[in-house]
């Protein structure tokens, strides 16, 4: 089936379950007023009609390596109309994200959101963490850290990744009226969170 949309951005929407949906849900945004037909998921507890009644939006069925048998099919049902799968969950369901990128022909990009990378690999089950050494070393994955912190974690893992790992802190939108001068500082992470949207990695 020929893809009708861009990306499929793994992650539960909207806000609040945390500064990681609150990402998601801004860089949906941001990519669909520029142009992009991007999707992502919510939970039952959704009440937004423009959010469960969309095409682009699918409920949340949690990636268990145990189910994976049963669940992979309802994925790749869901991922077939997109170019692009993008997981904001770091390093969990590498089962899932690799049957997708194989069986289902789909490029993928992990976005890592903490800095707990070494922790989670030592501690992951045996499954999860052969289908992460697979993912590593493919070159059709792209790796984005948030933080230098992030990558260095990353790059530390028995299993170098094979392509690059960017780091691209959390996007933060243009105010456009601000009462109070910001920080210097400040200033400058939101001024390189305007040009370090995706756009790049997905093309």
């Known amino acids: ?7 499929k951005e793994f992650g539960i929407i909207p806000p609040p379950y945390g ?24 939970l039952e507890s959704c009440d937004d009609k423009n959010i469960y009644l969309s095409p682009l939006y699918d409920h949340w069925n949690w990636m268990e390596t145990h189910l994976l048998p049963f669940k992979i099919w309802s994925y ?30 789909k490029k993928v990009v992990i976005t890592i959101h903490n800095s707990m990378v070494s922790t989670f690999y ?12 697979r993912m590593l070393q493919s070159k059709d994955v792209t790796w984005i850290a ?14 170098r990744p094979l392509s690059n790992v960017h780091v691209i802190p959390a996007y933060i939108p243009v105010v456009e009226e601000c009462f109070i001068p910001l920080a210097s500082e400040m200033q400058s992470y939101i001024n390189r969170g305007c040009r370090l949207i995706l ?5």
């Open 1 to 7: 089936m020929k893809s009708q949309f861009d990306i």
């Open 19 to 42: 500064g990681c949906s609150v990402y998601v849900k801004r860089l949906i945004d941001k990519l669909n007023s520029d142009g992009y037909k991007v999707g992502g998921f919510y």
């Open 76 to 105: 790749l049902r869901i991922v077939q109309s997109y170019k692009i799968i993008h997981s904001h969950f770091s390093l969990e369901g590498m089962s899932y994200l690799w049957m997708l990128m194989k069986l289902g022909k």
């Open 122 to 133: 030592r501690q992951t089950n045996i499954v999860n963490r052969f289908f992460l050494n």
């Open 146 to 159: 948030v933080s230098a912190e992030g990558k260095e974690q990353l790059l530390s893992l028995p299993i």
């Open 199 to 203: 756009r790049i990695q997905y093309l």
